[in-house]
């Protein structure tokens, strides 16, 4: 009989976390989520901030609740978060300040600083990863314009990832998919990306030694081992990029090219390469090259995603009304189609506020009928994803020279059946739906690798398909979907 691993993921995302316990037994994974918490950023004297000593209390309560339940005996523990944010360290290895969230306003007008100082090929040459406000470039010009006394006492950035796993085990690592996403590394030669550091005046010097997917960190520290009544767990750099983890997990089996979406909150949809395609094309889709699991570089376009529905929910729900995503859906269902349309990725959409009334002034604005209810609201935004990510894959079988055939979409956004079906219908192309927790299963794969419980990632992809149920969707309705495509195009002057 083969071991039975036990396998701890916590994943944060936009919104929450989770702590998910992987039973592995050596065929089939079985997900339990033992602790959920909020992951809510803290408004606090201008600045937008994580709560970070909070959310690790509440990576100790994911531990704990593991322990009370009788799940102690943890083989492996593997943390990811999203890109780009990151803590500041002195010389002693204190936190010199609350990180901030890549939603801070911080960032606006480094744009144009950046490219006072190097050029935007440039900058793309060196790094191959697509303009971002929120990238860590900017979050750290941004810091230095400003003089930010952090920054000028700083040691050692790590990652938000890497923070969580030093305050774990004491051991400083920045994990390669997470620094990937920064702008401050080199995507060809997996160095950081000095000579542009330098051209921006950023320090070179204050970053971790590089650590990959299946590498061990470190172990438990004894203190936190003895307060929690368990050994000391080690833990593994998994893809630290919630991305990377969700890319892990996509069940595909004796494929190296496959297109996929990791939607969420946002929508990452992509192709997994051997190598990064840093060319005048790619620039051009800003499309990005991003490192996977595998040293493999995740090529792939940000797509604002259902923080559109996200935020216009909660906008409603500070007008008094509180709707389910799947009433809100059926309404959705019942609106007339094709009436009006959204840029999913128009910058006024980028923060939060009144996401229902910024629809409304950016179609009006636009000429078209303006969405009224809150079923047109949601047909609109839901129609107007489906276009984008059929732009985004006629883009990627330029780029590539290759054709997808099937669209393998992973994440909590396969819940919302109604986008999954108009994307089948939008790029008529067969949609894969599944798994829907892609995230935390590709952090547990990659610390099955790391263990030795599972072979490679090949081996992962299979047990995934083994493990979770994959939904089918089949493009319909062709034609007219094809006309109001050309209509969406000339509506955002693509």
């Known amino acids: 009989m083969s071991k039975l691993y036990k396998f701890l993921a916590f994943d944060f995302g936009a919104s929450s976390g989770r702590a ?50 009788g799940d102690r005996d943890i083989d492996c523990i593997g943390i990811d978060t999203w890109g780009v944010d990151y803590g500041l360290l002195d010389k002693n ?23 006072k100082l190097a050029s935007k090929e440039e900058i ?69 990306a000095e000579g542009i550091m330098k051209k921006l005046g950023l320090p070179t010097d204050i970053f971790a030694p590089m650590i990959y997917p299946g590498e061990q960190v470190g172990l438990l520290l004894p203190e936190l081992a003895e307060e929690l009544g368990v050994d000391r ?50 620039l051009k889709h800003n499309f990005t090259n991003e490192g996977g699991v595998d040293k493999t570089i995740r090529f792939l376009k940000n797509i604002m995603g259902l923080w559109l529905i996200q935020e216009s929910k909660r906008q409603w729900k500070r007008e008094g009304e509180e709707l389910s995503f799947n009433e809100l859906e059926q309404q959705a269902r019942e609106a ?8 999913p990725d128009c910058p006024a959409f980028q923060t939060p506020g009144n996401m229902p009334k910024r629809i409304r002034e950016y179609c009006q604005k636009t000429g078209q009928k303006v969405p009224e209810t809150k079923g047109e609201i949601i047909r609109c935004i839901a129609q107007s994803l489906a276009f984008k990510y059929r732009q985004t894959v006629e883009g990627m079988e330029e780029v590539t020279g290759n054709k997808y055939s099937v669209i393998n979409i992973v994440g909590g956004g396969i819940k919302d059946k109604m986008i999954c079906q108009f994307t089948a219908n939008a790029t008529k192309r067969v949609v894969s739906a599944g798994p829907v927790e892609a995230t935390s299963i590709g952090n547990i794969i990659v610390q099955g690798i790391g263990t030795g419980a599972i072979k490679n990632l090949s081996e992962g992809r299979q047990i995934v398909k083994n493990s979770f149920d994959i939904a089918t969707y089949e493009p319909q309705e062709s034609e007219s979907w094809d006309k109001a495509y050309e209509q969406w195009k000339k509506t955002v002057n693509v």
């Open 20 to 69: 998910m316990l992987a039973t592995f037994d050596g065929e089939k994974i079985t997900l339990e989520e033992k602790h959920r918490f909020s992951n809510d950023p803290v408004l606090m004297n201008g600045g937008f901030y994580w709560d970070v000593m909070r959310l690790f209390h509440e990576i100790k309560q994911g531990i704990l609740a593991c322990v009370n339940s």
């Open 93 to 115: 290895d204190k936190l010199l300040s609350n990180p901030y969230h890549y939603r801070d306003t911080r960032t606006d007008g480094m744009y144009d600083e950046a490219f």
């Open 124 to 192: 793309f040459n060196s790094t191959g990863i697509a303009f971002n406000w929120f990238n860590t470039i900017y979050q750290l010009l941004a810091a230095k314009l400003s003089g930010d006394v952090a920054l000028e006492n700083a040691k050692t950035l790590l990652f938000m990832p890497d923070l969580l796993n030093f305050l774990l085990t004491g051991e400083k690592r920045c994990e390669y998919t997470v620094a990937s996403t920064s702008q401050l590394f080199d995507s060809k030669t997996h160095t950081w």
């Open 233 to 282: 767990i080690p833990v593994m750099a998994v893809a630290s990029h919630d991305t990377g983890s969700a890319v892990a997990s996509v069940p595909v089996v004796g494929k190296d090219d496959f297109i996929y979406i990791s939607s969420g909150t946002w929508s990452l949809m992509g192709v997994e390469l051997k190598e990064p395609k840093v060319t005048p094309e790619a």
């Open 336 to 343: 007339a189609p094709f009436e009006s349309f959204i840029d």
